[in-house]
């Protein structure tokens, strides 16, 4: 009898201990707020186009004539890349550039590729779906674009990801904000492309090369 109830003791000692390290680390791991970010746009449904639209209208910045642009285009159907893609450049948009998006000189368009209207986008922009782009506006009109593409390669490493959009953001808004016509003197999107940045952030390594794009 006296055997019995040791063990039971024993067994009710070790519940309790391995309740109370399961809390301890609960408690000491606080949440990253861009993974929580993340997560609530995967479980948040999609709105209503008028309610969005009259939602979006009561917070609009008016743009100034010269000014950049930055898309993230998506379709209905996310993945987790695709959600962290999002997270991460809203972060940086908000943490580097809340002057510029106050002052509209800087203007932040999360655009659902799948939503009634939107396929102007992709016919314009030649988009086939995950896109994070860039354009430059110079006197309301638009004289310059291109795809960051960096972000697929840069998905694993949250700082690197954000020193990219961010260096990306900084080099449009120093082009208008410089001269109107600076954008003529621009590199190419040809020529700057986001893997000239890539090979700049991570050395080639000896197995392989970085000049295919990472399938989507």
Excluded at 168 to 185: F, Q, S, V, Y
Aim: hydrophobic fraction near 45%.
């Amino acid at each position: 009898m006296n055997t019995r109830l040791a063990c039971h003791i024993a067994l009710a000692a070790v519940s309790l201990c391995l309740a109370l390290c399961a809390s301890m680390r609960g408690a000491g791991a606080a949440p990253d707020p861009v993974e929580v970010q993340a997560a609530a746009l995967a479980d948040t449904p999609a709105p209503d186009s008028a309610a969005a639209t009259a939602a979006a209208d009561s917070t609009i910045v008016a743009p100034a004539p010269d000014r950049v642009v930055l898309y993230y285009f998506h379709r209905t159907a996310r993945c987790d890349n695709c959600l962290l893609f999002e997270a991460y450049t809203d972060s940086v948009v908000h943490a580097a550039f809340e002057p510029e998006l106050s002052e509209g000189i800087l203007e932040w368009r999360v655009v659902n590729l799948d939503d009634d209207g939107n396929e102007v986008f992709a016919e314009h922009y030649a988009l086939e779906g995950i896109t994070l782009l860039s354009t430059v506006v110079v006197d309301n009109e638009e004289r310059d674009f291109r795809p960051l593409d960096g972000i697929w390669w840069l998905v694993d490493d949250r700082q690197a990801f954000a020193e990219y959009v961010e260096s990306e953001i900084i080099a449009d808004l120093e082009a208008i904000r410089t001269d109107t016509e600076a954008t003529h003197g621009r590199r190419s999107p040809e020529v700057a492309d986001s893997l000239s940045l890539y090979r700049e952030l991570v050395p080639e390594s000896d197995g392989g090369g970085v000049d295919a794009a990472p399938s989507r």
